[in-house]
């Protein structure tokens, strides 16, 4: 299994629509990402949780939110989808102090028509 | 906030010939700094990093990078490009505490046969 795992893969959603990205991993890390990314613009942070009780927003957290389930899961909903927020997005997870970089998962391509 | 800047959106080279891609960072304390490799459809793979010590840091599939701190770089090289080289390559910085990475636009590589 994948130390990161996203779902669904891929989604298309309608105008208006409330949808939910799930992410869980298996790092034992405590902290989780949510990233979105869109061509020629790279990665940008939409919110970031150190552990359970902790959660903080990004440059771009408008429109999104998101939920620390448990260490392993963080989630992110667009509370009602606008087709700007077609992006691929990825959850990435970080052991902070050592350096080792993001562990990314596999990514959520999410069509908003 | 620090930011980072990839010269080239987008890179060609011949199959064999060397591939450089630029990273530029703005710093005034040497930062972690990272090379990721997204291959098409997937997500974001650590390629190598830089946290202290020796400033030539060797990574995976015959890629390099040199941090130099005078000219706040991170350039990712190899001496003979592979067709399988094709993909989108992110330079990210973080601080030392990792609280947050910080990543540059990209390049995509194409490899001509």
């Known amino acids: 299994d994948a130390d990161v795992t996203q779902t669904p893969r891929n989604r298309i959603t309608k105008t208006g629509k409330r949808i939910m990205l799930e992410c869980s991993q298996t790092?034992?890390?405590?902290?989780m990402y949510w990233y979105r990314q869109d061509p020629g613009l790279g990665l940008r942070l939409i919110y970031y949780?150190?552990?359970?009780?902790?959660?903080n927003k990004g440059e771009i957290s408008d429109g999104y939110s998101v939920s620390r389930q448990a260490q392993a899961k963080f989630s992110l909903s667009l509370e009602s989808a606008i087709p700007n927020q077609t992006a691929l997005y990825f959850c990435?997870?970080?052991?902070?102090?050592?350096?080792?970089?993001?562990?990314f998962g596999s990514g959520t391509r999410l069509t908003v028509v | 906030a620090q930011s980072v800047t990839q010269l080239g959106s987008h890179v060609s080279v011949s199959e064999g010939a060397l591939v450089l891609l630029r990273c530029n960072y703005s710093?005034?304390?040497?930062?972690?700094l990272f090379w990721y490799v997204q291959y098409p459809n997937q997500g974001l793979q650590l390629l190598l990093k830089?946290?202290?010590?020796?400033?030539l840091v060797k990574g995976i599939n015959g890629f390099e990078a040199e941090f130099k701190k005078s000219e706040t770089s991170f350039h990712l090289t190899k001496p003979s490009a592979h067709m399988s080289d094709a993909a989108e390559y992110f330079c990210?910085?973080?601080?030392?505490?990792?609280?947050?990475?910080?990543f540059g636009t990209g390049t995509s590589l194409t490899v001509i046969p």
């Open positions: 990435a997870t970080s052991d902070p102090g050592t350096g080792i970089g993001y562990t």
């Open positions: 790092k034992g890390h405590d902290r």
């Open positions: 949780s150190f552990d359970v009780k902790d959660i």
């Open positions: 710093s005034s304390v040497p930062p972690y």
């Open positions: 830089y946290t202290t010590g020796a400033t």
């Open positions: 990210a910085v973080s601080d030392f505490s990792g609280n947050q990475f910080y």
